[in-house]
Protein backbone atom coordinates (compact mmCIF):
# COMPACT_ATOMS: atom_id res chain seq x y z
CA UNK A 1 0.00 0.00 0.00
CA UNK A 2 2.80 2.59 0.71
CA UNK A 3 4.63 2.07 -2.69
CA UNK A 4 1.12 2.81 -4.23
CA UNK A 5 1.08 5.90 -2.10
CA UNK A 6 4.65 6.73 -3.49
CA UNK A 7 4.21 6.29 -6.51
CA UNK A 8 0.46 7.80 -6.68
CA UNK A 9 2.28 11.23 -5.24
CA UNK A 10 5.75 10.89 -7.87
CA UNK A 11 2.79 10.87 -10.73
CA UNK A 12 0.98 13.21 -9.92
CA UNK A 13 4.14 15.63 -9.24
CA UNK A 14 5.15 14.39 -12.93
CA UNK A 15 1.89 15.85 -14.70
CA UNK A 16 -0.94 13.18 -14.18
CA UNK A 17 -4.49 13.93 -12.55
CA UNK A 18 -5.85 11.38 -10.07
CA UNK A 19 -8.34 11.19 -12.75
CA UNK A 20 -5.72 9.91 -15.13
CA UNK A 21 -4.15 7.22 -12.82
CA UNK A 22 -7.75 5.67 -12.26
CA UNK A 23 -8.74 5.81 -15.75
CA UNK A 24 -5.66 4.18 -17.14
CA UNK A 25 -5.18 1.86 -13.91
CA UNK A 26 -9.04 0.39 -14.77
CA UNK A 27 -8.72 0.23 -18.35
CA UNK A 28 -6.06 -2.49 -17.27
CA UNK A 29 -8.55 -3.98 -15.40
CA UNK A 30 -8.05 -2.77 -11.72
CA UNK A 31 -11.51 -2.39 -10.01
CA UNK A 32 -11.36 0.38 -8.95
CA UNK A 33 -8.64 2.94 -9.49
CA UNK A 34 -6.07 3.20 -6.41
CA UNK A 35 -7.22 6.78 -5.86
CA UNK A 36 -10.83 5.62 -5.95
CA UNK A 37 -10.49 3.09 -3.50
CA UNK A 38 -8.19 5.19 -1.14
CA UNK A 39 -11.23 7.24 -0.95
CA UNK A 40 -13.25 4.52 0.29
CA UNK A 41 -10.99 3.59 3.00
CA UNK A 42 -10.19 7.25 4.00
CA UNK A 43 -7.68 9.14 3.23
CA UNK A 44 -6.18 9.82 6.81
CA UNK A 45 -5.59 6.27 7.64
CA UNK A 46 -3.98 6.12 3.92
CA UNK A 47 -1.80 9.18 5.48
CA UNK A 48 -1.66 6.85 8.70
CA UNK A 49 -0.03 4.18 7.71
CA UNK A 50 2.20 6.24 5.14
CA UNK A 51 4.00 7.85 8.48
CA UNK A 52 3.91 4.53 10.22
CA UNK A 53 5.50 2.92 7.54
CA UNK A 54 8.72 5.96 7.99
CA UNK A 55 7.74 7.25 4.25
CA UNK A 56 9.18 10.76 2.94
CA UNK A 57 6.81 13.94 3.74
CA UNK A 58 4.11 13.27 0.94
CA UNK A 59 3.29 16.52 0.05
CA UNK A 60 -0.05 16.83 -1.81
CA UNK A 61 -1.76 13.44 0.83
CA UNK A 62 -0.75 15.56 3.88
CA UNK A 63 -2.25 18.87 2.57
CA UNK A 64 -5.67 16.95 1.51
CA UNK A 65 -5.92 15.89 4.93
CA UNK A 66 -5.28 19.21 6.48
CA UNK A 67 -8.07 20.62 4.27
CA UNK A 68 -10.58 18.25 5.33
CA UNK A 69 -10.30 15.95 2.16
CA UNK A 70 -10.40 12.71 3.81
CA UNK A 71 -12.75 10.39 1.01
CA UNK A 72 -16.10 9.48 0.33
CA UNK A 73 -16.82 9.67 3.61
CA UNK A 74 -17.21 13.34 4.22
CA UNK A 75 -18.14 14.07 0.06
CA UNK A 76 -14.65 14.77 -0.96
CA UNK A 77 -11.11 13.37 -1.66
CA UNK A 78 -9.50 12.75 -4.67
CA UNK A 79 -12.56 12.94 -6.09
CA UNK A 80 -16.11 15.47 -5.04
CA UNK A 81 -19.22 13.34 -4.21
CA UNK A 82 -22.32 15.65 -4.55
CA UNK A 83 -25.08 14.59 -2.54
CA UNK A 84 -23.24 11.39 -1.39
CA UNK A 85 -23.40 9.64 -4.82
CA UNK A 86 -20.64 8.74 -7.62
CA UNK A 87 -17.50 10.17 -7.72
CA UNK A 88 -16.90 13.72 -10.19
CA UNK A 89 -14.25 15.43 -11.01
CA UNK A 90 -12.44 17.96 -8.56
CA UNK A 91 -10.92 20.98 -11.00
CA UNK A 92 -10.13 22.66 -7.35
CA UNK A 93 -7.74 19.73 -6.70
CA UNK A 94 -5.66 20.14 -9.81
CA UNK A 95 -5.08 23.34 -8.79
CA UNK A 96 -3.77 22.51 -5.51
CA UNK A 97 -1.47 19.59 -7.46
CA UNK A 98 -0.16 22.25 -9.89
CA UNK A 99 0.70 24.80 -6.76
CA UNK A 100 2.30 21.53 -4.62
CA UNK A 101 4.28 20.77 -7.49
CA UNK A 102 5.60 24.32 -8.08
CA UNK A 103 6.45 24.22 -4.69
CA UNK A 104 8.54 21.30 -4.64
CA UNK A 105 10.35 22.52 -8.53
CA UNK A 106 9.11 20.05 -10.46
CA UNK A 107 8.16 20.74 -14.17
CA UNK A 108 4.81 18.88 -14.84
CA UNK A 109 3.79 17.55 -18.64
CA UNK A 110 1.58 15.39 -20.26
CA UNK A 111 1.65 11.96 -19.24
CA UNK A 112 0.15 9.02 -21.22
CA UNK A 113 -2.41 6.07 -20.24
CA UNK A 114 0.39 3.18 -21.10
CA UNK A 115 3.19 5.37 -19.34
CA UNK A 116 1.06 5.40 -16.04
CA UNK A 117 0.33 1.43 -16.65
CA UNK A 118 3.94 0.94 -17.23
CA UNK A 119 5.28 2.70 -13.93
CA UNK A 120 2.53 1.53 -11.74
CA UNK A 121 3.04 -2.22 -12.96
CA UNK A 122 6.59 -1.94 -12.89
CA UNK A 123 6.64 -0.40 -9.19
CA UNK A 124 4.26 -3.37 -7.76
CA UNK A 125 6.67 -5.96 -9.35
CA UNK A 126 8.92 -4.59 -7.68
CA UNK A 127 7.28 -4.65 -4.26
CA UNK A 128 6.30 -8.18 -5.30
CA UNK A 129 9.81 -9.23 -5.52
CA UNK A 130 10.97 -7.73 -2.42
CA UNK A 131 7.81 -9.56 -0.62
CA UNK A 132 8.93 -12.91 -2.06
CA UNK A 133 12.69 -12.46 -1.07
CA UNK A 134 11.21 -11.74 2.16
CA UNK A 135 9.75 -15.06 2.48
CA UNK A 136 6.09 -15.29 1.55
CA UNK A 137 5.02 -17.75 -1.41
CA UNK A 138 4.27 -17.08 -4.51
CA UNK A 139 0.29 -17.65 -4.80
CA UNK A 140 -0.13 -15.90 -1.57
CA UNK A 141 1.58 -12.82 -3.27
CA UNK A 142 -0.84 -12.62 -6.18
CA UNK A 143 -3.67 -13.10 -3.45
CA UNK A 144 -2.22 -10.25 -1.42
CA UNK A 145 -2.10 -7.83 -4.55
CA UNK A 146 -5.76 -7.95 -5.72
CA UNK A 147 -7.62 -9.48 -2.16
CA UNK A 148 -5.94 -8.30 0.83
CA UNK A 149 -5.00 -4.54 -0.18
CA UNK A 150 -7.45 -3.96 -4.01
CA UNK A 151 -3.95 -2.44 -5.41
CA UNK A 152 -3.62 -4.99 -8.71
CA UNK A 153 -5.64 -6.16 -11.72
CA UNK A 154 -8.20 -8.48 -10.76
CA UNK A 155 -7.49 -12.20 -11.95
CA UNK A 156 -3.86 -11.23 -12.93
CA UNK A 157 -1.02 -13.08 -11.80
CA UNK A 158 2.04 -10.67 -11.24
CA UNK A 159 4.43 -12.95 -10.34
CA UNK A 160 4.15 -14.52 -13.69
CA UNK A 161 4.17 -11.35 -15.36
CA UNK A 162 7.57 -10.77 -13.77
CA UNK A 163 8.77 -13.99 -14.75
CA UNK A 164 7.50 -13.32 -18.35
CA UNK A 165 9.72 -10.16 -17.93
CA UNK A 166 12.24 -11.77 -16.49
CA UNK A 167 15.30 -10.04 -14.07
CA UNK A 168 17.52 -8.34 -16.53
CA UNK A 169 14.78 -6.40 -18.28
CA UNK A 170 12.61 -5.73 -15.16
CA UNK A 171 15.73 -3.88 -13.66
CA UNK A 172 16.62 -2.23 -16.81
CA UNK A 173 13.17 -0.77 -16.90
CA UNK A 174 12.95 -0.04 -13.01
CA UNK A 175 16.09 2.04 -13.61
CA UNK A 176 14.97 4.25 -16.32
CA UNK A 177 11.28 4.68 -14.22
CA UNK A 178 13.33 5.73 -10.76
CA UNK A 179 15.76 8.31 -13.04
CA UNK A 180 12.06 9.81 -14.74
CA UNK A 181 9.88 9.95 -11.38
CA UNK A 182 12.17 8.98 -7.87
CA UNK A 183 12.65 7.03 -5.43
CA UNK A 184 9.07 4.80 -5.59
CA UNK A 185 10.90 2.91 -8.48
CA UNK A 186 13.94 1.76 -6.62
CA UNK A 187 16.01 -1.44 -7.32
CA UNK A 188 15.22 -4.28 -5.16
CA UNK A 189 18.04 -5.70 -3.61
CA UNK A 190 17.95 -8.59 -4.99
CA UNK A 191 17.65 -6.82 -8.02
CA UNK A 192 21.07 -4.98 -8.18
CA UNK A 193 22.59 -7.99 -6.99
CA UNK A 194 25.05 -10.15 -9.78
CA UNK A 195 23.02 -13.12 -9.06
CA UNK A 196 19.27 -14.67 -9.89
CA UNK A 197 16.76 -13.65 -7.84
CA UNK A 198 14.70 -15.96 -6.33
CA UNK A 199 11.51 -15.40 -7.81
CA UNK A 200 13.39 -15.76 -11.42
CA UNK A 201 15.04 -19.05 -10.98
Known amino acids: QNRMVAMVEA ?33 DG ?7 GGGHRHTILERMVQEGRLGRAVGV ?23 EARFAGHRRGDMTAPCIVQAVTLGLLAELVEIFEA ?7 DQLVGAKTGYGPSGKGLCAEAKRMGQAE ?8 RGRFGSAWELPAALRS ?3 ARLFR
Do not use: F, K
Open 194 to 196: TGE
Open 170 to 177: MAEALAAL
Open 11 to 43: LLMAGAAPWDIDEALEAAGWSPGPLALQDGQGL
Open 135 to 141: GMAERML
Open 46 to 52: TLARWRA
Open 77 to 99: GWYRYPGGGGAVIDPLLEDMIEE
